[in-house]
């Protein structure tokens, strides 16, 4: 009965601004959610994470002072606020929450429960 839903997605050109959603359906009592991206060709590869009840965030080098992960309580959600886009952030963005952990949190192993994904384009 656990779910997550990721929205906000789209096309939006370099320099621009996008929040990304992560609604979970039923109740979550991983310790991490992440944010995940895939672009066409490569590997997925982890962006942010939000410990949640530390409230530590943790962030990839490539993403580092344009995006910043939050979280609502009482929505059950989490947001990826993207600004300062590049092309290269082109990609599927994926959620994701699990148990993670001091090693766990940066790879796909430490999480448990994966959404759909959304697409997020950024042109030149």
């Known amino acids: 009965q656990v779910q997550l839903e990721e929205s906000g997605g789209g096309l939006v050109q370099a320099g621009g601004s996008l929040r990304l959603s992560c609604a979970a359906s039923?109740?979550?009592?991983?310790?991490?959610v992440g944010w995940f991206r895939q672009a066409p060709g490569k590997e997925r590869e982890f962006a942010a994470a939000?410990?949640?009840?530390?409230?530590?965030?943790y962030y990839a080098d490539s993403v580092k002072g344009r995006f910043t992960i939050s979280r609502d309580n009482a929505k059950n959600t989490v947001y990826l606020q993207m600004n300062s886009l590049k092309p290269e952030d082109t990609a599927v963005y994926y959620c994701?929450?699990?148990?993670?952990?001091?090693?766990?949190?940066?790879?796909?192993?430490?999480?448990?429960?994966w959404g759909q994904g959304t697409q997020v384009t950024v042109s030149s």
């Open positions: 994701a929450a699990g148990p993670a952990g001091y090693s766990g949190r940066y790879s796909q192993s430490g999480y448990d429960y």
């Open positions: 939000f410990a949640w009840r530390s409230g530590n965030t």
């Open positions: 039923g109740r979550i009592f991983s310790g991490y």
